[in-house]
């Protein structure tokens, strides 16, 4: 499992949330998504720690903090929804269905 963090400056590098998050525990991976055409940070990260424990108290001290003139958001993250190769519709559309 992951934990979120949201609500991120733009210019927040993976060494400041690697030294925020290393008072909590061993880190196992960080990840920052950028947007595919800027480059820039999207505003929220996931970092895995080496266990749940570790996950558990850095959420719980980390979520709500001011940190770098921003509010911060950290919870565990989400498992990651599918989604069907189409893009777009609704869950129960009927895709391709005719209508008369």
């Known amino acids: 499992m992951s934990v979120y963090v949201g609500n991120l400056a733009r210019e927040v590098t993976e060494e400041d949330l690697k030294s925020v998050f290393e008072e909590y525990g061993e880190i ?11 480059g820039r940070l999207r505003g929220f990260a996931f970092v895995e720690m080496n ?6 108290k850095a959420i719980e001290e980390l979520d709500r903090a001011e940190w770098m003139g921003r509010e911060l958001k ?9 989604r069907n190769s189409f893009g777009g519709g609704r869950k129960g559309d009927n895709f391709g ?3 008369y």
Do not use: F, G, Q
């Open 74 to 82: 950290v919870n565990k993250a989400k498992p990651r929804e599918k």
């Open 51 to 56: 266990t749940e424990e570790e996950e558990a």
């Open 97 to 99: 269905a005719r209508r």
């Open 28 to 38: 196992k991976r960080i990840h920052m998504p950028t947007d595919r055409e800027t």
